[in-house]
Nanobody, 125 residues
Framework: QVQLVESGGGSVQTGGSLKLSCTTSGGTFSIYTMAWFRQAPGKEREFVAAITWNTGTTFYADSVKGRFTTSRDNAKKTVYLEMNSLIPDDTAVYYC??????????????????WGQGTQVTVSS
């Protein structure tokens, strides 16, 4: 059984930075396209970033492009989301997700097989 565990969330002020980690167990990490989604109170879950399993190509939502960076370490079975220049609109629960082999479309929530429990990120003004 594949498990994903996020960590690194917290509270920061506008302009601050956080780095989220998502460590997997029970599966073959190198075959998973990994993604980050977030869900703010009263809003639907939305795509944030993804990194493909084969080429390591990264994709970002327009709202975070230039501020967030996702990366992966296959040896550590971990994916990261480095978040800089945080703003209050980034406040949400952040989830990592995995799907085997398939890369596209990276933002389709329904295609992801495995999900973490989420980690809270709060940005105050």
């Amino acid at each position: 059984q594949v498990q994903l565990v996020e960590s690194g969330g917290g509270s920061v002020q506008t302009g601050g930075s956080l780095k989220l980690s998502c460590t997997t167990s029970g599966g073959t990490f190198s075959i998973y396209t990994m993604a980050w989604f977030r869900q703010a109170p009263g809003k639907e879950r939305e795509f944030v970033a993804a990194i493909t399993w084969n080429t390591g190509t990264t994709f970002y939502a327009d709202s975070v492009k230039g501020r967030f960076t996702t990366s992966r370490d296959n040896a550590k079975k971990t994916v990261y989301l480095e978040m800089n220049s945080l703003i209050p609109d980034d406040t949400a629960v952040y989830y990592c997700a995995a799907k085997p082999y398939a890369a596209f479309p990276v933002g389709a929530i329904s295609q992801y097989t495995y999900w973490g429990q989420g980690t809270q990120v709060t940005v105050s003004s």
